[in-house]
């Protein structure tokens, strides 16, 4: 199917919000790598260093610093650009921050997921548009099966309210603007996704790789905690996959859909450290210090994928182990001095050469 989607993808016009973030960036790389005519609408790119930077995504499209923010602005930016197929990264994305600025959480992920819908209804051009939000954007029933995508949204936090907000627009958008319209509007729901290039706050692997770097300590406060974990390329696939169905008519159109990594992807974080740290070469550097008061935060919160695996043909392709080694490897060779491009591409490609 990625040699269908390859030819999909020449020389089509796809704009790209969040194109400076950690799976823009990635996204942004895959579609130039296809041939597509890319442009981008971001901030500046969040972290330092940042794979946007490292990986010179720029100099493959056409990069724009925008704020969706406002309305005016991303206008523009349709209005001459013209896309064919647009995909919504930008979005404040942490929950601690989004305790510290609800309301920078919300302008930007409630607002600025209205201007760009609104911007896009207005675009003679535009044909699908996949909009992703998070898998934090279900009301959290503390069940033990994954939810489905007809859950009732919820979020306990601003951020992850914020993305069951962008979950209503959307919904909102398609009932009243786009049911038998010319664009085809769906959401998209993943899990934290690990992979190379990731220099983003609280996140296990970058803070274990940070440590390894430095040569210090690794310290795991909850070892028994159990986590979802797939590579950034499993979802952007679905999401790549979603666009070329949208486009097509084989998805139902105004729809929703999961991209999660099976019931049998989940491990423990201290089996996570072990890994990356004997990887590293420095096997003896994670120190277990469990946390008493913070064993009963574990909670894991699975998606079922069943749809996206039956509607889309979309399933993960990478075991733990090579979203792991694929992981660890990026950052070795990054750290000694390899081309963060040819090592990101690279990936692309050992992904794609997997049948789902
Ligand atoms: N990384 C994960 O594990 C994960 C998990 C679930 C969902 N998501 C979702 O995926 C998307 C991308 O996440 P990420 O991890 O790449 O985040 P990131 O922080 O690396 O990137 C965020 C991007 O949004 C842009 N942005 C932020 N505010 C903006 C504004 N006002 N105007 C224009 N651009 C703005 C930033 O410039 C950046 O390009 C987000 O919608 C996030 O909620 C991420």
Request: charged share 20%; net charge negative.
């Amino acid at each position: 199917m990625e040699q269908t989607n390859s030819e999909f993808w020449r020389a089509k016009r796809v704009l790209l919000t969040g194109h400076t973030g950690f799976k823009g960036s990635w996204m942004s790389l895959w579609l130039q790598s296809m041939g597509a005519t890319v442009r981008g609408l971001s901030l500046t790119p969040p972290t330092e260093p940042a794979l946007f930077n490292v990986a010179r995504v720029a100099e493959g499209m056409q990069h724009h610093i925008t704020d969706i923010r406002d309305f005016s602005a991303v206008m523009t930016q349709l209005d001459d650009f013209q896309p064919e197929i647009i995909f919504h990264f930008a979005a404040q994305p942490l929950v601690r921050h989004s305790y510290q600025q609800p309301i920078e959480t919300y302008a930007t992920n409630v607002m600025g997921t209205v201007h760009v819908l609104e911007a896009a209804r207005h675009t003679a051009s535009a044909k699908a548009i996949v909009s992703i939000t998070t898998d934090k954007c279900y009301e959290n029933r503390e069940w033990v099966w994954g939810y489905r995508e007809d859950d009732p949204m919820g979020g306990h936090d601003p951020y992850s309210s914020s993305k069951g907000c962008a979950e209503l627009v959307s919904s909102a958008y398609r009932h009243s603007f786009l049911l038998n319209a010319r664009i085809a509007l769906a959401t998209a729901r993943a899990g934290n996704v690990i992979g190379g290039g990731d220099w983003g706050a609280d996140r296990l692997v970058p803070d274990i790789l940070r440590a390894l770097q430095s040569k210090q300590p690794v310290e795991i406060r909850n070892p028994h905690a159990i986590r979802p974990w797939q590579h950034v390329l499993e979802p952007l696939s679905g999401y790549i996959r979603l666009a070329v169905a949208l486009q097509d008519g084989t998805a139902p159109t105004g729809s929703s859909w999961n991209f999660g990594p099976p019931e049998t992807a989940v491990h423990e974080v201290q089996e996570v450290a072990i890994f990356v740290a004997s990887r590293w070469g420095a096997s003896d550097a994670v120190h277990i210090t469990p946390d008493h008061s913070n064993m009963h935060e574990a909670q894991l919160l699975q998606l079922n994928s069943s749809k996206a695996n039956t509607q889309l043909n979309w399933s993960t392709r990478w075991s733990f182990h090579d979203t792991m080694h694929h992981t660890v490897d990026w950052y070795r060779g990054w750290s000694s001095g390899q081309s963060v491009e040819m090592l990101t591409k690279s990936n692309i490609t050992d992904y794609l050469s997997l049948r789902p």
